[in-house]
């Protein structure tokens, strides 16, 4: 089936670790995107990326960082300088013309990151 | 991308149509409306687009005023599945790659047996 995972569904961490949460699609999207969701709130945009090795800072990249090394990957890492990075984390991509539809943005299941 | 308001909630009762309605009174030309809803803590589904004209597929219609400023999903049986926020999105869509779709508060409809 095609599609995104991520992992792990559920992540702890200690405060001041940085830790890596993983997006992969098999869908041979060009564009990749990592959203942040609190409770109650809408999704807010972290980073995307619309081809291999280049990416763009969202509405709330600090404290974030990504690489875009294959197409079908894009890991998204936590970093000790996120002040609040308890949080529910939602990799998506998309494609162009060729690529499936291009009005539709495919989401993963979620990871939902506890930092204590 | 131009803003959209929304309520934020809504009940229905299952198998009535439930009407979800959206303003975006600064949408552009070139802007499609999209609608997509997201079930307790899954990543959110796409459910349909339009430009200018009237939308159906199976999940829902898609109603979008002749001037463009405000649209209504309807979802013409609503089911307790169909218990969901509803984000309304209007956004470029480009050929040469996607931008990516800014996302509000969205309604919550709480469907009701």
């Known amino acids: 089936d095609g599609g995104i995972t991520q992992s792990p569904k559920y992540l702890f961490r200690k405060e001041g670790q940085n830790v890596t949460l993983s997006c992969e699609q098999n869908?041979?999207?060009?564009?990749m995107y990592w959203y942040r969701q609190d409770p109650g709130q809408g999704l807010r945009l972290i980073y995307y990326?619309?081809?291999?090795?280049?990416?763009q800072k969202g509405d709330i990249a600090e404290g974030y960082s990504v690489s875009r090394e294959k197409k079908e990957s894009f890991p998204l890492t936590v970093t000790s300088a996120q002040k609040n990075p308890t949080a529910f984390y939602l990799c998506a991509s998309s494609g162009r013309e060729g690529q499936g539809k291009i009005h539709e943005q495919y989401f993963g299941p979620g990871t939902r990151l506890t930092v204590t | 991308d131009a803003k959209t308001t929304q309520p934020p909630s809504m009940d229905c009762a299952e198998g009535r149509a439930a009407n979800l309605p959206c303003n975006h009174s600064?949408?552009?030309?070139?802007?499609?409306v999209y609608w997509y809803r997201q079930i307790h803590s899954q990543g959110p589904q796409y459910i349909i687009h339009g430009l200018k004209n009237n939308e159906t597929n199976e999940m829902a219609s898609l109603i979008i005023t002749e001037d463009r400023k405000s649209s209504t999903l309807i979802l013409p049986h609503a089911t307790l599945r169909d218990t969901a926020v509803y984000y309304c999105i209007v956004r470029v869509a480009r050929n040469s790659g996607n931008t990516p779709l800014v996302f509000g508060k969205g309604t919550r409809l709480s469907v009701i047996a």
């Open positions: 990326s619309q081809i291999v090795n280049d990416f």
């Open positions: 600064t949408i552009s030309g070139n802007e499609y």
């Open positions: 869908l041979n999207h060009d564009a």
